[in-house]
């Protein structure tokens, strides 16, 4: 079973910029090539569900972002490193949450949460103002 890592959360003021990165296990992941997985960057506040906020296919032309980041957020993927990438800049308080990885075996872009299968543990992003 091929695991996804999340990393480069943390704790920074409004205003500034992180990289999240998010790194699939193995040479391929769960028996298939990393680059057939459509990849997705999710989100979850304290009390809220767990929303959307970037998406991206195969080979990184197609993507989807949602309203709320559309502008500041840029995702990206290295699929000779399995790692997909999520450049956050412009942060600000209501950008605090988990932010999860996630994949999917599939051609067309997938936007919902419930269309992913396979999930990292997630990372702390906290924005003070």
């Known amino acids: 079973q091929g695991q996804l890592v999340e990393s480069g959360g943390g704790l920074v003021q409004a205003g500034d910029s992180l990289r999240l990165s998010c790194a699939a296990s193995?040479?391929?992941?769960?028996?298939?090539?990393?680059?057939?997985?459509?990849m997705g960057w999710f989100r979850q506040a304290p009390g809220k569900d767990r929303e959307t906020v970037a998406v991206i296919n195969w080979t990184g032309d197609s993507t989807y972002y949602a309203d709320s980041v559309k502008g500041r957020f840029t995702i990206s993927r290295d699929n000779d490193k399995n790692t997909v990438y999520l450049q956050m800049n412009s942060l600000n308080s209501e950008d605090t949450a988990v932010y999860f990885c996630a994949a999917r075996a599939a051609v067309n872009l997938l936007t919902a949460p419930s269309a992913y299968n396979h999930w990292g543990q997630g990372t702390q992003v906290t924005v003070s103002s």
């Open positions: 193995g040479h391929t992941f769960n028996g298939r090539a990393f680059s057939t997985y459509i």
